[in-house]
């Protein structure tokens, strides 16, 4: 599907850049050395191209022969569907199609489309983080508070005041109860007004880490500079020369009782930081994911350790042995020396084309439902700002520690995944403290799930279990498991085949 989707936009591509020329087809074959009919179906997605006919093709037109390879709007075609597999824009007849025409024809356009969505979106959590201030936030508890007492104290006195019998001394006195608590009153509405103009507490929407998020989701979690650098690391004998005091410094933050393998990704990540430095600056330095100062320094934090990983597991043996042993975590863990949560991000990163191993999910919470990290995939929206349906595995996990807990899933949009996750310790525990548990879950196509060992044995036919985005969003108005009620009141997909089902028949 991907490749057809690939083969579609460039073709699109071709025809768009060929009339931006001002080019026939007739005079872009002739340039080429084919014939016209046959580039005809070439932008027709008829035919497909590469290698050195799409570099002829290129050459032709001008622009260099990545521009028409797709990649970037492959990426677009992801975000275009995953929004349209949002439950909140969905309609009863599913998500529309022809993501990559729209993408293909329509670059712009589709980039705009995008963009909208993102300001929405901003714009709807902004709303909530007030909401969820104005009901939260002790300041304006005890403003309303002092408010309504003041409000309260000159409603009485005006009514003491309106009797007849009052002697001047009491009228004069309570006069000045009302003038005082007036002033009061306007004092205190002059803070409520300052506070909410203030610049220090206004809600900003999208947090730096969001936009980590952003970049990483838009770069499609593959970094082909830090992979190269560790290849050339490991070619060299994994001898080059490094800052040993930068990789102790890294060392000392893994506690000393923390497991082997902690250990020694943080001994490593110490190193990936002098030989990668300037890579990942490069990377990061002036990326429009990346505004502000915090989200760049936050993206070079992930991007050490992505390169820290990539010198754990190269590329190409770690996807070679992810294949033989059907992505069997805790087997790649020995084979690699690696711990669970080490290997499951690895595999979310084998996106190299031409090499891509299974694309996954990956998602890590704790026990409160706080994401800390998220991938997610075109059909499979993962929360940032509240906690997931209850019944994904993610959270059944933490019920027994150590242990991988899978099902198959079906979306409201008819979209199914595998989904495993486990919950395991990030620290070693404390005497006094409760266990720090996260669960690390990942997730893919039911279509690929006969690739993954993790789906042998479970019945994606009869144990298809029916799951939802988050509570607020989700479509199942009928489900045991809801914590909210939905902002939505159409029914979703699957109470309509249960009305159908329960309907009598004639």
Known sequence: ???????????????AYRKQAGLTQAELARRVGISAPYLNLIEGNRRSVAGALLNAIA???????????????RRMVQELQELASDPRFSSAHGAPSGAEDLVGSHAGWSTFILRLARAYEDQSQAILALADRLNRDPFLGETVHEMLTSAASMSSAAEILGHDDLTSDQRHRFGE?????????????????????????????????????????????????????????????????FDKEAALREARIADA??????????????AAASIGSEAIEDITKGHKALPTDEARRLAGAAL????????????????????????????????FGVSYEQAAHRLATLRRPGAEGVHFAFMRSDMSGYVTKRLPLPGLSLPRFATACPLWVVYG???????????????????????????????????????????????????????VVYGDGLDRTNAMVEVGTVCRLCQRHACAYRQEAPLLETAGVSDKRRMAAAAPTR
């Open 1 to 15: 599907m991907e490749k057809s989707a690939s083969r579609k936009l460039t073709g699109l591509k071709i025809r």
């Open 59 to 73: 050459e032709a037109l001008g622009i260099d022969a990545g521009d028409l390879d797709g990649g970037a709007e």
């Open 177 to 241: 109860i009302v003038s005082a608590d007036s002033a009061k009153l306007s004092e205190t509405a002059r803070s409520l007004l300052a506070y909410f103009d203030s610049a220090e507490v206004r809600v900003r929407s999208a947090t730096p880490m969001e936009h980590v998020d952003a970049f990483i989701f838009g770069e499609n979690n593959h970094f082909p500079q830090l992979e190269q650098l560790a290849q050339d690391h490991l070619r060299g004998g994994g001898h080059a020369q």
């Open 257 to 270: 009782a923390a497991a082997p393998e902690t250990r020694r990704f943080a001994l490593l990540r110490g």
């Open 304 to 335: 050490l350790s992505y390169l820290t990983g990539a010198m754990l597991m190269p590329y190409d043996s770690f996807l070679e042995a992810a294949e033989r042993k059907r992505y069997d975590i805790d087997a790649l863990c020995r084979q």
């Open 397 to 451: 996990a933490f019920q027994s520690p150590g242990s991988t807990v899978r099902h198959f899933g079906e979306l409201p949009s008819g979209d199914q995944f595998l989904f495993f996750a486990r919950a395991i310790d990030k620290v070693p525990p404390r005497i006094g403290y409760p266990r720090k548990l996260l669960s690390v879950m990942l997730a893919c196509s039911a279509a690929d799930a006969g690739r």
